[in-house]
């Protein structure tokens, strides 16, 4: 059966598609410089063919033109000058062509109306150049005064006859059949001052070129004519229509020869557009190419590789810039994810390592518990087996408690920062629970300032002197700032000699640094100088945040300068064995630092003056208040508005 209709028009549908992708297929296989090429030489090429019709167009026109105006301002002046023109016929000067159709009657030896043709230019050869023009008086689709374009037809002179009369010395001129051309006109030739009334009378005989003219010749010949058409008045009574015309053969050589040039100069600027062009793309190109180099290596797991600048300004280097940018985040993510998948790994392992230790404590005394109860005196063994089990599991209740603190904390649960904490009160609480576990422990109370630099040998730096604690009152969670504390104050407990002192110190100072910049500070050295730097900006304009300083400094053993970052790391102990004599876990700075960074604060470890380990807490307060006057009614009114970095105000 034969398909429908709907059915033939979805395969032409179809496979007019798939001729467009077959198409669209080949086309994206070409590489872009091959294109953009492709494309700059067609621009080339239709520009410069636009240009030279352009330019061929109007100078034809105007030659055109030129040539109208010459005819109309000198037709006069060729009628009025035939036999001297006439003459010189065969010298050259003359190329005016000029002929006279009688329409008053006046008629020829075969009684048609007479037609006299005065003026014909020859070329070498005798080579002559006929228009096409209207027969026997005919003026229909012609205007007299407006030029035309006629073809015109080749002939040669081939036989030239002088006819005289003796009767009134006057010879009318005569025609003869043989001289009539192709397209029906006379082609006699008269040679007399006045045409109506010659003394002597030319005959001239045209016939087809023969075969050995000459071609240059025969070639200028077939050019057309542009004729003007005018009327022979005499006496008041009109005799005659005249053409006069010029050959445009020297109008086309010009155009042709014009038009040679434009050839000639557009391919030269196709070609050395082209040649510039492919110069400059593939110049352009290049930061590409190095781009596709440095993306290979990068994808095959070289991060440090980087595309080669160039000025910004151009779309390659702004593009450079941003992939630069982009590779350099990409890079730092990967080392942080590196980063992040070693600690936990190595978080797992010391998990399974500190549960595993309470789990196989708990397991031997058990066992044991079995074999010796049997035995004498079993009771008393089993007593001491049942302790060794109850302070292990204490122990692993201890541990699991701290990582389910900090997987809590990683996630932002279990911690309450919208609260209000009493410092001040936070920390004497502190110091009694120290004095209470070391009575003999000398612990001092210090007032912490900021000490200006004195010169660049002397940096500015944090100064304890004697003095009463201010009362701080700042927003978080108290909880947690409370284990905060316990953390540190339970280190100095444990690992620094009971006879040796011990300061705590607590003060109030601005500091030119935001928090959330401030938390995201590493537990170093040089974050500690960072911040000692933006206190010693934040009280000389007055500007930043206000901020809780709090120093707890012993003067233990210390610990060595490349083991103080890895202190909050979790499950780090600079000695395991005494860490788990002491009952400590290894989780206790991690917690500690965890809590003060969901609080927007810092916290490191530096070494003190003489021995020792020093713990700096830095809190935010609130933003510095910035005074606003405003003159209402004659009155002065002065606001302060105290904000808090969580946002909102927060009145005093």
């Given at each position: ?532 730097e933006a206190a010693e900006v934040g009280a000389s304009m007055s500007t930043g945040y206000r ?106």
């Amino acid at each position: 059966m034969p398909a429908s209709a709907p059915e033939a028009v979805a395969r032409m549908k179809e496979h007019h598609n798939r001729k467009k992708n077959m198409f669209f297929g080949h086309f994206d296989r070409i590489s872009l410089s091959s294109k953009l090429v492709a494309c700059t030489i067609a621009v080339l090429l239709i520009g410069v063919s636009v240009i030279s019709f352009s330019i061929r167009a109007l100078v034809s026109n105007y030659m055109l033109s030129k040539t109208d105006n010459q005819l109309k301002s000198q037709s006069q002046m060729v009628f009025e000058n035939i036999v001297t023109l006439a003459k010189n016929d065969n010298a050259g000067p003359n190329s005016y062509f000029l002929q006279i159709q009688y329409t008053d009657g006046t008629l020829d030896n075969e009684g048609n109306p007479l037609v006299v043709t005065p003026l014909m230019p020859q070329l070498q050869d005798d080579i002559v150049s006929v228009p096409v023009l209207p027969t026997n008086g005919d003026t229909s689709g012609i205007t007299f005064g407006q030029p035309f374009t006629t073809q015109a037809v080749v002939k040669q002179v081939v036989q030239v006859q002088n006819n005289s009369s003796d009767s009134n010395n006057t010879t009318k001129p005569q025609t003869d059949p043989n001289t009539q051309d192709d397209a029906g006109n006379d082609a006699g030739n008269s040679g007399s001052k006045n045409a109506p009334n010659s003394s002597n009378s030319v005959t001239t005989i045209l016939s087809n070129p023969s075969s050995n003219a000459n071609h240059a010749a025969v070639s200028t010949a077939r050019s057309p004519w542009r004729i003007l058409p005018m009327t022979f008045t005499e006496n008041g009574k009109e005799r005659a229509v005249v053409y006069i015309g010029l050959s445009l053969s020297d109008q086309i050589d010009i155009v042709s020869t014009l038009s040679r040039y434009c050839v000639v100069v557009g391919i030269a600027v196709v070609l050395l557009g082209g040649s510039l062009a492919t110069l400059i793309i593939q110049h352009t190109m290049t930061p590409l190419k190095r781009m596709e180099k440095t993306a290979a290596k990068i994808a095959a797991g070289d991060l440090s590789q980087r595309i080669p600048s160039a000025p910004e300004n151009t779309e390659v280097g702004s593009l450079a810039a941003s992939l630069n940018t982009m590779l350099t985040r990409i890079e730092l993510s990967f080392h942080e994810q590196e980063e992040t998948t070693d600690k936990m790994k190595r978080f797992v392992s010391d998990a399974s390592h500190e549960l595993r230790t309470p789990l196989a404590a708990i397991h031997g005394y058990a066992e044991l518990y079995k074999m010796q109860r049997d035995m004498p005196g079993a009771l008393d063994r089993a007593d001491e087996s049942i302790e060794h089990i109850e302070r292990s599991s204490q122990r692993m209740t201890v541990l699991v408690e701290d990582l389910l603190s900090l997987a809590r904390l990683d996630e932002g649960r279990g911690i309450d920062v919208t609260g209000t904490v009493k410092l001040s009160s936070l920390v004497t609480d502190a110091v009694d629970d120290l004095h209470a576990l070391d009575p003999d422990r000398a612990i001092g109370r210090m007032l912490i300032g900021l000490e200006p630099a004195r010169d660049l040998n002397h940096p500015a730096s944090l100064s304890l002197t004697e003095g009463d604690w201010p009362t701080i009152t700042l927003p978080g969670d108290a909880s947690r700032l409370r284990q905060v504390v316990t953390n540190i104050v339970g280190n100095i407990h444990r690992y620094t000699p009971i006879d040796s002192s011990a300061e705590i110190a607590l003060g109030v100072m601005p500091a030119a640094i935001d928090p959330k910049q401030l938390s995201g500070l590493p537990a170093t050295d040089a974050s500690m100088r960072r911040f000692v730097e933006a206190a010693e900006v934040g009280a000389s304009m007055s500007t930043g945040y206000r901020y809780a300083v709090l120093r707890f400094v012993d003067h233990g053993s210390g610990v060595p300068d490349e083991s103080r970052p890895k202190i909050f790391e979790r499950f780090y102990t600079a000695d395991p064995s005494r860490a788990r004599e002491k009952g400590g876990t290894g989780l206790g700075m991690a917690i500690a630092q965890s809590v003060v960074k969901a609080h927007h604060g810092f916290i490191c470890a530096t070494a003190t003056d003489g021995g020792g380990l020093t713990f700096t807490v830095v809190l935010p307060i609130e933003q510095m208040p910035a005074a606003q006057s405003a003159q209402t009614a004659g009155k002065t009114k002065e606001a302060k508005q105290k904000s808090s970095w969580f946002g909102g105000e927060r009145k005093s």
